[in-house]
């Protein structure tokens, strides 16, 4: 079997987005039939919350979408990039932390904002624009828009790594404008 693409969803503590975006891409892949080429993880900049599970307004806002909910925080390492094709950043702060982390160029090259992927924003939104908000000192309102924000942009990373896995090209998958799943479903 060849080795699955491997995507990492990277946030600030490794308990609000972050676990968000790795369950929603998780049941996005299922759903494609993926999940035998493509592994998901998650983890954060900071190790303040290691060990720790998901915060319980993450775990509320996944069991209500019908997401899985499972989940321990950790700590993105560098050493990780030599075992991850795309490490996708939920802002523009962890964007740039990640690239600065990054051994070598090739490795920074796997860094890409989430909301890239998504529909809509189109090529002039700056990096600030495509930032998944942090809802931790926030309510359960925000805990709620993210997870609007990483549905959106999940459909449009899943169309670029599905892209990716099936035309045996190596490298990450890079957003694309325009891009539409079509199992996305729109907010009522």
């Not at 929603?24 to 493509?38: C, N, P, S, T």
Request: glycine share 12%; proline share 8%.
């Amino acid at each position: 079997m060849t080795t699955p693409y491997r995507v990492c969803f990277v946030c600030t503590g490794n308990i609000c987005r972050s676990p968000m975006a790795e369950s929603v891409f998780r049941a996005r892949i299922a759903e494609d039939g993926l999940d035998a080429l493509v592994e998901t993880d998650s983890a954060g900049t900071g190790g303040w919350h290691e060990g720790d599970g998901a915060d319980p307004r993450t775990i509320a806002v996944l069991r209500d979408g019908g997401y899985p909910t499972a989940h321990t925080a950790r700590q993105f390492r560098a050493s990780w990039f030599a075992r991850r094709d795309l490490v996708i950043a939920l802002d523009s702060g962890h964007l740039h932390e990640l690239r600065r982390l990054a051994p070598t160029p090739e490795d920074a090259a796997k860094v890409h904002l989430l909301r890239a992927y998504s529909c809509g924003t189109g090529p002039a939104a700056g990096p600030s624009d495509l930032d998944v908000p942090d809802p931790y000192f926030g309510g359960f309102a925000g805990f709620e828009e993210c997870l609007e924000m990483i549905e959106g942009a999940c459909d449009g990373l899943l169309e670029a790594v599905r892209a990716e896995v099936t035309s045996g090209a190596p490298g990450p998958a890079e957003p694309r404008p325009g891009l539409h799943h079509p199992h996305h479903k729109e907010s009522a």
